[in-house]
């Protein structure tokens, strides 16, 4: 059984910086990701990284956000800067023990975290 553990979520003023953390017991992950499900849309793609560290963003976040992982302690961190308002949404830590498919999709991972909210003011 996989246990995805977020932490770091808060309020934030835009343009101010925010890290959140996934910490994953159970089994060792292939691709690890970050998702993102603002409020009344649909669960959307943020951030993916692979046992191999190469990474993959959402175009929205693309150069603001870094996704960074530590193999041995089966984390991953997301590193939030210049944050906008339209970034406000609960975070979801996802994880798969395969790396075949799309690694931007929901339906790729099995397993989840609880969610971690995130609030930019304007």
């Known amino acids: 059984q996989v246990h995805l553990v977020e932490s770091g979520g808060g309020l934030v003023q835009a343009g101010g910086s925010l890290r959140l953390s996934c910490a994953a017991s159970?089994?060792?992950?292939?691709?690890m990701a970050w998702f993102r499900q603002p409020p009344g849309q649909e669960r959307e793609f943020v951030a993916a990284i692979p046992w191999t560290h190469s990474t993959t963003y959402a175009d929205s976040v693309e150069g603001r956000f870094t996704i960074s992982r530590d193999n041995a302690k089966n984390t991953i961190d997301l590193q939030m800067i210049s944050l906008k308002p339209e970034d406000t949404s609960v975070y979801y830590c996802a994880a798969s023990g395969w790396g075949s498919g799309d690694i931007t999709k929901a339906s790729m991972y099995p397993y989840w975290g609880q969610g971690t909210q995130v609030t930019v003011s304007s």
């Open positions: 159970g089994r060792t992950l292939y691709v």
